[in-house]
């Protein structure tokens, strides 16, 4: 027996089914998922707006397949919409639609005689990224459709579910905060930092020696974090690895100099992404400033000697603060 995942999938009594899904027809299975997922929002009290038309044969297709941790292994740019990523939860536009159709066509030729040559399916099969949500709203509704989707496949009981649906919740609350907190840049910082714990929560692989175990070591996941930059509308901390394709133009945060726009083209080939070190601190912004108090200064000056981005956790850490929620304030209203 191979080491397969196994994350929260979890069936009654504790039993790990090989294959979750019945054998029955692709299709039915399709219409099911659907189906499936509208009578969940009803479940979890969502009543505006509508189930987006996702990609549900891509969907299936990676479940089945294990292939769940978006990014894949290496964590790459070119595989951040495969799997259970927030990309993929959000209504395809024409371009994408077309794009489906294309990969579904490559899909049905590889099952076949070989028609085509190994160079012309691959490129067939090539899946970009989708850009990420933008707006308030398209955040929102990415999120209400991912943490439908998730739920459906893994149930309510699933811990990277309930870290993306208390996000969700948050966010729902925050409509007055629409132009104020919520821009493009600070919403594609959330969608990264979901796709981030979603990789880390799938990517487990177990052994049958794992699976024997009294106790199963199911993974966890945690959003508390961002949830608490959210809930007090401080900026977002951008890691090293956010990519730079998302980047706004000339590192500024507005909605209109971006350069992750619709059909912008990303992938780059499909490499990895090379991101572009962090200036400053918090998502872009310049952490020291002609005002800012000298104690604070003398404290970050060790942190920004490493031309690194510098987070709240790490000031944090370096004021040896225990409790995040005790220090913030203090940064806020007297340093900053």
């Known amino acids: 027996m191979q080491p397969t995942h196994r994350t929260s999938l979890l069936l009654p009594h504790g039993h790990i089914s090989e294959n ?22 009803e479940d979890l009290q969502i009543f505006d707006g509508t189930m987006p038309s996702l990609d549900y044969t891509q969907i299936m297709a990676d479940v089945k397949e294990m292939n769940l941790a978006p990014g894949g292994n290496e964590f790459s740019f070119s595989k951040l919409s495969e799997g259970m990523s927030v990309l993929i939860a959000r209504q395809l536009s024409a371009t994408e639609i077309t794009h489906r159709d294309r990969r579904h066509k490559a899909r049905i030729q590889t099952r076949a005689d070989g028609s085509i040559s190994l160079n012309e399916n691959r490129n067939l099969l090539k899946r970009d990224p989708p850009p990420p949500a933008d707006t308030y709203l398209k955040l929102l509704t990415s999120l209400t459709a991912y943490g439908i989707l998730v739920a459906v496949l893994f149930t309510n009981s699933c811990p990277h579910f309930r870290g993306v649906w208390a996000i969700r919740e948050l966010i729902a609350k925050m409509d007055k905060e629409e132009n104020r907190y919520f821009s493009a840049h600070t919403c594609r910082l959330i969608v990264f930092h979901i796709i981030v714990d979603a990789n880390k929560y799938f990517s487990n692989v177990y052994s049958p020696e794992d699976l024997a175990k009294a106790v199963i070591p199911f993974p966890q996941a945690s959003l508390r974090l961002l949830g608490e930059y959210i809930e007090m509308k401080v900026p977002i901390p951008q890691t090293i690895d956010f990519p730079s394709q998302w980047e706004p133009a000339g ?4 909605r209109n100099n971006d350069k992750a726009k619709e059909g912008g083209g990303f992938g ?22 002609p005002d800012t108090h000298p104690d604070f200064k003398q404290l970050l000056a060790p942190l920004l000697a490493k031309n690194e981005a510098v987070s709240i956790y790490d000031i944090c850490q370096a004021a040896n603060e225990v409790k995040l929620s005790k220090f913030i304030p203090i940064v806020v209203s007297k340093y900053c």
Request: include cysteine.
């Open 20 to 41: 979750p899904f019945p054998p029955q027809p692709d299709v039915m299975i399709l219409i099911s998922l659907e189906r499936d997922c509208k009578a969940k929002r």
């Open 268 to 289: 780059d080939g499909g490499n990895e992404w090379k991101a572009t070190p962090p200036q400053g601190g918090f998502g872009g912004g310049e952490v020291l400033s």
């Open 251 to 254: 590192g500024g945060m507005g």
